[in-house]
């Protein structure tokens, strides 16, 4: 039965675009309606800003988690619900912090000094996606391949995990439910849900089985019925 009251607005990861969560829309569209973040521009702020207020419930995977954690921190009215996929609120230890700024900042350079095309290659031999078949690389290529490099290089410098001031000791002020979700191989961000579970006033975490870094992509079937066990709660 769908539930009008409650949109859902899917926010996707770095060289993503919004249709990249199509596989869990479709999942969750018998019971919610849903909408994809589609951004007018690729800084940072600027993209906190189209989300800010936002009353719908917001589900970002990684970069695009950043985003709704920043923007639900933000915004005065906030998310009705809070869904964050290989998310962490930040880089605590500062020189850590400033070792991954001058690393994106690297990579943002050597973004713009090359094509879509070899970014591509590149993006998909990250370790980070080991976990992710032939064939479920080789979809979401044409979304990366949409991308412009100058735009992935201003999200790099202004959204990286260098460039964003950890969020922790804010979490506790957020007042929508918050669900923290990673893929069970995802050991880094399997340790930050749970962290962000914890610091939240009302938070839960889960993991997904058999699942790395995009577990929506990877186990659709699974995260989708995580997602609708805990939207079932939100008033």
């Known amino acids: 039965m769908l539930r009008p009251d409650l949109e859902i607005v899917f926010i996707p990861g770095f060289a993503q675009q919004g249709e990249a969560w199509q596989p869990v829309a479709?999942?969750?569209?018998?019971?919610?309606?849903?909408?994809?973040?589609?951004?007018?521009?690729?800084?940072?702020?600027?993209?906190?800003?189209?989300?800010?207020?936002?009353?719908s419930a917001l589900v970002g995977y990684s970069l695009g988690g950043r985003l709704a954690l920043h923007a639900a921190l933000r915004g005065l009215a906030g998310p009705r619900a809070l869904v964050l996929l290989g998310v962490s609120a930040g880089i605590d230890d500062p020189a850590r912090r400033a070792e991954r700024r001058v690393a994106d900042e690297k990579l943002a350079d050597w973004i713009e000094a090359h094509s879509i095309e070899e970014f591509t290659a590149r993006w998909e031999a990250n370790p980070v996606f080991a976990s992710q078949p032939p064939e479920l690389v080789a979809a979401q290529r044409p979304g990366r391949l949409a991308q412009a490099p100058r735009d992935l290089a201003i999200t790099l410098r202004t959204?990286?995990?260098?460039?964003?001031?950890?969020?922790?000791?804010?979490?506790?002020e957020l007042r929508c439910p918050v669900l923290a979700v990673a893929g069970e191989l995802d050991e880094p961000y399997a340790r930050a849900a749970e962290r962000i579970a914890t610091s939240v006033r009302n938070g839960r975490a889960a993991l997904v089985p058999g699942a790395g870094h995009a577990a929506?992509?990877?186990?659709?079937?699974?995260?989708?019925?995580?997602?609708?066990?805990?939207?079932?709660?939100?008033?």
């Open 159 to 172: 959204a990286g995990q260098g460039a964003l001031d950890p969020v922790w000791n804010q979490l506790p």
């Open 216 to 235: 929506h992509l990877e186990r659709p079937d699974e995260f989708a019925e995580i997602l609708k066990s805990f939207l079932e709660e939100v008033e």
């Open 26 to 55: 479709d999942r969750v569209g018998e019971s919610y309606r849903s909408a994809y973040a589609k951004f007018a521009t690729p800084d940072f702020e600027g993209r906190l800003a189209e989300l800010e207020g936002c009353e």
